[in-house]
């Protein structure tokens, strides 16, 4: 049926660059049942299996709500015309990312050696199997046209949905571990790998957060003092907080970001944690003798709900930050892979790098401002004839004498160790990978 819909719905005139429309054309046409010029979902999952191409019913609602721009329900030829072209664009980078060599045909050798890369072993038989499902004129090769009128409406975007789609399709055992590192091959489980990239990583985080802890206390400091930090700049602030304690002053706190090593939204459901370290970072010089001695006296002059301070405004800058942080990163990805990608879906660490300092930053922008206010809430309780405010209190006392800039006290630091802190993890991940053996990929 895939050859039918190649040689009929797609004939190879209409499939030339010339003629995009055409083809396109044709295909709404073979879609929109009623002919009233849209398609909705019902129209799509009917016309998709008149053409032999039932993909289900998740694979069908993506493709529809994906090219659906507008949200009416219902798919125009504009907006199905520019799901092609987007999709195909997409495809079009998967398959020179399989084209080992650059001869415009995927061979069997070469989706080998592709999954190799992911971490993935397939024999050459079995790469074979993958090619019969997708070769239309027997050659045991794939160029680019029989690639793309096989994937036309399936909804993948990437190498690793392609992957899991020839699993579910051909029933070759490729694994469930596509990538690292969210998931780790059984060979890597078996020689250890994994555990040296865990390591790897737990010491980059250390490393990081121990580089860019001055920034951290400093940041504090500002969020908690308001008003009366106007006058210190990043300088003055270091050297303020030297005089009072000396160097190791500037860590103050730090131990507390050590031991945390963990996924982000999940520390920050960890209130006590939060707690200590804000203590810490304001407390006087020899107030606190450590982790253990602030977490006792706490406990002892304030109870335990003291620990949980700041607990309303940390759980819902969670929201704004981590929405914000996700969609930005996916967009700035998206972009530089219509525009700026060539060979290659993979954008390379350093436009990663570029795409998660941007995102993060703009999370940050977004939720600082609770960010603020739970610092307040946890550090109050220290500073003397300072009232006990809740949280819209503290929003209101804030706005009234500071103004809207008062909520973004302590931002510029903030700021200021993002890329030290990417910077510094990336590198140390690396060499710590060489160190503790870890296969290059």
Same mark, same amino acid.
């Not at 979902?41 to 529809?64: C, M, V």
């Not at 802190?421 to 710590?432: C, D, P, Q, T």
């Given at each position: ?26 295909? &709404?046409?073979? /879609? %929109?049942? =009623?002919? $009233? @010029?849209?398609?909705?979902?019902? *129209?799509?999952?009917?016309? #998709?299996?008149? !053409? ?42 998967? &398959?020179?990312? /399989? %084209?080992? =060599?650059? $001869? @415009?045909?995927?061979?069997?050798? *070469?989706?080998?050696?592709? #999954?190799?890369? !992911? ?51 051909? @029933? ?270």
């Amino acid at each position: 049926m895939l050859r039918w819909l190649r040689g009929f719905v797609l004939p190879t005139a209409a499939c030339q660059e010339a003629e995009p429309p055409t083809r396109y054309e044709t295909l &709404f046409q073979a /879609l %929109d049942r =009623n002919g $009233d @010029g849209v398609v909705d979902i019902g *129209e799509l999952q009917e016309g #998709l299996r008149n !053409l032999g191409i039932p993909l289900g019913q998740d694979a069908e609602e993506k493709i529809f709500t994906t090219g659906d721009v507008n949200k009416d329900g219902k798919l125009d030829f504009e907006e199905f015309m520019k799901y092609l072209k987007d999709h195909e664009k997409k495809m079009k980078l998967a &398959f020179k990312s /399989l %084209d080992k =060599n650059n $001869d @415009g045909k995927i061979e069997a050798s *070469e989706i080998v050696q592709s #999954l190799q890369t !992911l971490g993935l072993t397939i024999s050459e038989q079995q790469a074979e199997l993958i090619l019969q499902s997708i070769d239309a004129d027997g050659t045991m090769t794939v160029d680019w046209n029989e690639w793309r009128d096989y994937f036309l409406f399936n909804p993948v975007t990437d190498i690793e949905e392609i992957i899991r789609f020839w699993k579910h399709s051909t @029933g070759i055992d490729i694994g469930d571990s596509l990538t690292i590192p969210d998931e780790f091959t059984e060979d890597e489980k078996k020689s250890g790998q994994w555990w040296r990239q865990l390591l790897a990583g737990g010491i980059a985080g250390a490393v990081s957060r121990t580089s860019t802890a001055p920034l951290d206390r400093l940041k504090i400091m500002m969020q908690v003092h308001g008003s009366k930090s106007d006058k210190m700049n990043i300088f003055g602030g270091f050297r303020q907080m030297v005089k009072e304690g000396g160097i190791r002053s500037l860590w103050r706190g730090n131990g507390t970001n050590v031991i945390k090593i963990a996924p982000e939204t999940a520390v920050k459901f960890w209130a006590y944690e939060q707690v200590m370290k804000t203590r810490l970072a304001v407390g006087k010089t020899g107030q606190y003798s450590g982790i253990y001695d602030c977490a006792k006296k706490i406990l002892k002059h304030e109870g335990l709900g003291a620990f949980y301070k700041g607990y309303v405004p940390n759980l819902l800058g969670i929201i704004p930050y981590a929405g914000i942080d996700l969609a930005v990163y996916e967009l700035l990805k998206s972009y530089w892979l219509d525009n700026f990608a060539k060979d290659s879906v993979n954008p390379g660490v350093m436009v990663l790098l570029g795409c998660g300092a941007l995102s993060s930053t703009c999370g940050q922008l977004a939720s600082y401002p609770l960010a603020l206010v739970r610092t307040r809430m946890q550090a109050q309780a220290m500073l003397e004839g300072s009232p006990q405010l809740n949280m819209v209190g503290l929003f209101r006392r804030i706005i009234s004498k500071e103004g809207i800039p008062g909520l973004y006290r302590g931002i510029t630091p903030n700021f200021m160790k993002v890329l030290p802190a990417v910077g510094i993890s990336y590198v140390v991940y690396e060499n710590m990978k060489q160190t503790l053996g870890v296969t290059q990929k």
